[in-house]
């Protein structure tokens, strides 16, 4: 079977660090992607990682450890406007088949 | 491009009734998904395309759903009979192999389907 684990919830202050754990097990592996979902919005891209390391965008890093079957995504000086859902998604092959985990609600606190 | 466009943005039936959901792709897009999210379930992979053919339904529930990609800008997905425990937030989503983001799938808007 195919599973992903995330924290549920987290909280953090404006302008902290915070960095949601994913953990996976499933069959095929090309790749992780994080995903962001504001309440009653779409999913957005963020990052995708195929190597081992990290991937910096702006304020935004993901991270990736084939070997431990882990990724993190990592949020610098957080802003109000980061509060949402952050999902993790295994590329399960070529065919860019997306399998998400169940999500972190992330709640950023003034 | 107008991004992934999906229609109606909310859908209220009865149950028993036929329901059909539409999305349009990104225009060159040669991948387009079908989700499914509720917050028991989370967002489900249900169905998706490649060069306009199915390649991998496994996710679609039962026989009451279908889904159809007649041409490259067009996919519909249908339930018929509808029932309660279909009410979720469909997204479409589209990808392309051909180009530097094709690790990036683009989501629609999503259709809100209540089923009563």
């Known amino acids: 079977g195919q599973s992903l684990e995330q924290p549920s919830e987290v909280t953090a202050v404006e302008g902290a660090i915070v960095q949601i754990n994913c953990t996976y097990q499933?069959?095929?592996?090309?790749?992780l992607s994080w995903y962001q979902q504001h309440d009653g919005g779409a999913p957005t891209f963020l990052s995708y990682?195929?190597?081992?390391g990290l991937e910096e965008t702006g304020r935004f890093s993901s991270f990736l450890s084939r070997s431990d079957s882990y990724g993190y995504l990592l949020l610098q000086e957080l802003q109000m406007k980061d509060s949402a859902s952050y999902f993790c998604?295994?590329?399960?092959?070529?065919?860019?088949?997306?399998?998400f985990g169940t999500g972190t609600l992330l709640a950023v606190q003034p | 491009d107008a991004g992934v466009i999906q229609s109606p943005r909310h859908e209220v039936t009865e149950m028993g009734q036929e329901v059909t959901l539409r999305c349009k792709p990104i225009?060159?897009?040669?991948?387009l998904f079908w989700y499914r999210q509720t917050m028991m379930r989370g967002l489900e992979l249900l169905i998706y395309?490649?060069?306009?053919?199915?390649?991998?339904d496994s996710g679609m529930p039962e026989d009451r759903f279908s889904a159809k990609m007649p041409n490259a800008s067009f996919s519909t997905l249908k339930i018929q009979p509808s029932e309660p425990r279909d009410s979720a937030v469909y997204f479409c989503?589209?990808?392309?192999?051909?180009?530097?983001?094709?690790?990036?799938?683009?989501f629609g808007p999503g259709t809100r389907l209540t089923v009563l």
């Open positions: 989503a589209s990808s392309s192999t051909r180009d530097s983001s094709y690790n990036e799938q683009f």
């Open positions: 499933t069959s095929g592996f090309y790749g």
């Open positions: 990682n195929a190597l081992d």
């Open positions: 998604a295994v590329v399960g092959g070529a065919t860019n088949k997306l399998i």
């Open positions: 225009s060159g897009h040669d991948y």
């Open positions: 395309f490649n060069n306009n053919v199915p390649i991998d």
